[in-house]
Each structure stands twice: as C-alpha cells, then as structure tokens.
C-alpha cells in the first residue's frame, strides 16, 4: 500500500518554529541592535505556545544568543541552537518544506538561489542538507529537487490546493509554461490543483511578490489578504485588481472563498526608500497567530481581522518595523516545523 502523502496547513500542530540568529556577518550588521530585539520579542511570543529550534554561525553566537534570550526572562526549556552556517536569516524560503508521509516526514530541498541570483546564498542553498546530517529531524528523509522555489512563494490549504503568483515563478523560470509550473508543483507538494494570482505586489520587496506578503489561507475555505483604501496610495490599482482576483476564487467544491481584507499601514520610509509593511506576513503558530506590529494605527486593526480569521487562536503583536528594513517581516524569518519532525 502507497504512502498517504500530504502537504500540512501551517495551522496544523507544530513541533517548532526554525529561526537563525542574526549576527555581524550578515546584512543585519548595520543595525544588529534594534534587530536583535525584535528576535528576543519574536522568540518570546512563540516560546509562550511552543519551542524554538535557533541556527547560529558558531559556538561564541550561541553563547551570546543565549544570554540575550535569557536575560530578557525566556523559557530557556523551549529553546534549542543548532550551529550550521548560512548567508542569510530568511528560513522561510531556504527551510526545508515539510510532506506528511505515512510513517514520518519527506523534507522537500528546493534550490535557494537567493531570490533568483540577487543575493549570494550558496550556504543557504545547502541548509536543509546541512540540518538533516545534524540528525536534527526525526523519521525523515530529504528529497533534493533542482528547481528554484522559495518556501515563502507557496501557501496550502493542507487539503490540496495551493496560492501562489505568476510574477515569481515565471520569474524563477521565464521558460515554462503556466500549465508546466502548475504540474510540477502539484506534482512535488501533492497538490490537486494550484490557484494563481496574477496581481499584488509591494513595494520595497525583492522577492517578486511572493504569496506570504500578499495572500494567505486561514482556513481551507477562509482568505486573508492584504488590502488599499488609499486611491493616491501607488498600490491602489494592482492590490484592488488583486482583491478582485481573489473574490473570484472558488473552493474546492466551488463556493466563494469567506474574506478577510487587512488594514493598510501608512507608507514606512527609510532614507526616502519604501519598505514593505504587510499584515499578511503573519504566522500562524500552535494556539496563537503572531501578526506583524509597525507602530502604526492599523496594527490595531489588523489584530482585529485575525481574530475573527482565526477564532479560538489568541493574537499577539509581535514588532517588526526593524525587519521590514531588510525587506521581510515575521512569517519571511520562520518556518514552522510539524508535529513529530523534531
């Protein structure tokens, strides 16, 4: 009898969250103090529901990380280091991307390329191999696939379907079709069919739209998205073409989708360069949905949308204006680990 294979929903049990520290050699040097503290706040909000699994450079890093998350009165129990090397601290797109099988887990070893060569990322291509030789999952097994995706391009309702946008695989792979994309993921995540959206974007991010900062599942019948009620705002035009896509969207069993539009954030400016604020780099963790804090008067309201999107989940603010200067926010830092995989 074939393995039941499947694609776990990010509101599924989680076993940990996978981080790495940031420290001088990557492009947080600049400003590593005001970084770090958002990583002790991060790692604070998740350690109230689950553990954290922290990849550092080195012993001396996983000294010093320590101690910071100690002294800010963390549960040290529900923190655990694993030193390996990496270029960069964005886990959600050079982490391992994790398929129930039967009897354990296959974890899918996706080609990083650094957001199609736009950054030096051979050490993080190598991540999830270097992990997997750390023994640091269990009952599983790695599958090396030589095609370019990034774990932040794809969102799964964990029953089949899959959201993500035209603009960054065909970006990825200008050579193949829309119908050759959408076989090949199907195929690698066990997906029945993929939706695509062909708008949505944000300034100051370099990833080519991916679908976490644009559109996510709360539910296998339930969207978030980000949203513009500010018709002089230069997002106007594509997030409302986006939305309309998006209202268009059918289920599985072809009803319309339940929405749930997020606030806009005043534009957040550093050294007369936008950065991309999205509410819909949100994460989903066991009991809780962390959603991004910019110091903005909708940071409020944001937390109201997830509320009722995630009902019974309790919703923390977590501060990410530090974060969105190397243009990703909490979901882009994270990836989650499924119940049993550590």
Known sequence: MADVVRFPAEWEPQSAILLAWPHAETDWAERLDEVEEAYIALVAAITRFERVVICVADDDLQAYARARLSSARIDMARVAFVDVEYDDTWLRDSGPITLQVEHGFRLLDFRFTGW????????????????????LFLNSITQPIDFALEGGAIETDGQGTLL????????????????????KLAGWLEQDRVLWLDHGYLEGDDTDAHIDTLARFAAPDALVYQACDDPADSHYVELRAMANEIAALRTDDDRPYRLFPLPWPKPILDGGRRLAASYANFLIINGAVLVPAYGDAADGQAAAVLEKAFPGREIVPVPCRALIWQNGSL?????????GLV
């Open 116 to 135: 199609g060569g736009k950054f030096d990322a051979s050490r993080d291509d190598q991540l999830i191999e270097a992990l997997q030789s750390q023994e």
């Open 164 to 183: 993500t946008t035209w603009q960054c695989l065909h970006e990825r792979h200008p050579d193949k079709s829309r119908a050759d994309l959408t076989a």
């Open 331 to 339: 979901h882009c830092l994270t990836m989650q680990l499924p119940d």
